[in-house]
């Protein structure tokens, strides 16, 4: 009787354990922490009247450099330009702020700036840099970059909406055990709002099932997207080379496109020839006819981010590993282009994570990432060895012209002078640097 008892008041407690363990299944909670994005548009009116000239601001986000006489102009990501004072290179002067919104790449020619705002192509006068004044514009010519969308302003009239920019923001929400289905924009995982008239309103990013970088509002990079070749303007966007003929500097104009192939991302011109580095590859293209350049070939390399430069008969390609480019391969590569329909890979040199390069003369360049600004005696690209090492620099793009090298690094501009590069005397002395503000949060 004992037994018998013992094992009925076992399964009585199992029969009551049974619906508690389902009630808590029914009620399971968790934790789901998110980050959303709301769209934000912007009329062209909008974008275009909010140019001009600001007191200089401190660089927060440095993106391209240009180097035009004694100044320097400083790309700050879609904000617009600082205007530095750099005829002693020992003692830069933050002069002005050219305010232009969704700048990210720059150019200048006969004393014109060739600029990208948002969507449209702007040309400055700047033969005073520091009272530059709007001279031409075309109007939607980098439009496949951007989410356009037409729409009526408040007092009827038809006027196109550019997709700016995404305000994140941090939520914490509680919700059922039960998984959310989510979406892949991009690389980025998670929910896209749609309004009726197909325009993107919001986005939520599951930060434990993806990336919570937002979406790109555009295409930006460390290298030149923008170069220039008799009296054309070339700039890239992801897959196409667009054509300005600015044989007339303050009236550019558009005059086609011509598709490269996906992914390209650099631009570098030398002599009459256009070479393209893109994700997989290189493309070489004839531009004797400035008109209609003409592709001579493409070397293939595996998939990574993809700077070039060229001098003489040899080409200088950093291949580097990074999110954007999901490769695998942090090297340089010297390829021989005596034969343009033919580059042939002549060695290869292991790198940390090269980011940009610049080249003169004997002197080679390359910012390594973390691993900071490294110089070589180039003079033999089978055999091009160490002169110069910077550590303690995040390296990432650099212009080298003319015995003076100017580098941007995380935390800085950095200047230096080079001398002697093809001898056993070589030197590298820093001039400046021009620190970064880093605003506390």
Avoid at 13 to 20: D, E, F
Avoid at 53 to 65: L, Q, S, V
Avoid at 98 to 106: C, S
């Amino acid at each position: 009787m004992k037994k018998l008892y013992s094992l009925s008041g076992r399964i009585g407690l199992l029969a009551l354990a049974l619906p508690l363990l389902q009630a808590c299944t029914d009620t399971c909670e968790r934790t789901n922490t998110y980050t959303t994005y709301e769209a934000v548009y912007t009329q062209r009116e909008e974008f275009k009247n909010s140019i001009g000239y600001e007191a200089p601001h401190k660089i927060e986000t440095p993106g391209k450099i240009f180097r035009y006489g004694d100044y320097l102009l400083v790309n700050e990501p879609n904000e617009g330009i600082h205007i530095l004072d750099n005829k002693d290179p020992r003692r830069p002067v933050n002069l002005r702020f050219l305010k232009i919104p969704g700048n990210v790449d720059i150019l200048v020619r006969d004393d014109v700036l060739y600029a990208d705002n948002y969507i449209d192509l702007v040309a400055f006068d700047i033969s005073d840099p520091l009272n530059a004044r709007e001279v031409g514009r075309i109007e939607s010519a980098f439009v496949e970059q951007y989410q356009v969308f037409a729409a009526v302003d408040a007092q009827g009239n038809a006027v196109q909406q550019v997709l700016t920019e995404w305000v994140e923001t941090e939520k914490v929400e509680k919700g059922d055990c039960q998984s959310q289905p989510v979406i892949w924009y991009g690389g980025w995982c998670g929910t896209i709002n749609y309004a009726a008239d197909g325009r993107m309103m919001s986005a939520t990013a599951n930060s434990a099932l993806g990336s919570s970088a937002a979406p790109p509002v555009g295409i930006g990079g460390s290298m030149s997207r923008f170069a220039q070749y008799d009296h054309y303007l070339y700039a890239i966007n992801s897959s196409n080379l667009a054509l300005f003929d600015i044989s007339t500097p303050a009236s550019p104009q558009a005059t086609g496109e011509i598709y490269v192939g996906w992914g390209i991302e650099t631009l570098f011109p030398y002599g009459n020839k256009l070479f393209i580095g893109s994700q997989n590859g290189l493309y070489i293209y004839d531009n004797a006819d400035p008109a209609s350049p003409q592709q001579l070939s493409r070397f293939a390399h595996v998939q990574s981010c993809d700077p070039v430069v060229v001098q003489g008969d040899f080409a200088y390609v950093t291949l580097r590993n990074g999110t954007e480019c999901n490769g695998y391969a942090n090297q340089l590569d010297v390829l021989d282009i005596r034969d343009l329909t033919n580059p042939t890979l002549l060695k290869t040199y292991p790198m940390t994570n090269p980011h940009g390069l610049g080249i003169d003369g004997c002197g080679l360049f390359i910012c390594d990432g973390a691993d900071g600004l490294k110089a070589f005696n180039a003079e033999n690209p089978l055999d091009i060895t160490p002169v110069a090492e910077f550590p303690g620099i995040d390296a990432y793009d650099v212009i080298a012209y003319d015995d003076l090298l100017i580098m941007i690094g995380q935390d800085g501009i950095y200047q230096y002078r080079y001398n002697n590069m093809c001898d056993a005397e070589a030197q590298v002395e820093l001039l400046s640097t021009t620190p970064i503000y880093r605003p506390t949060i």
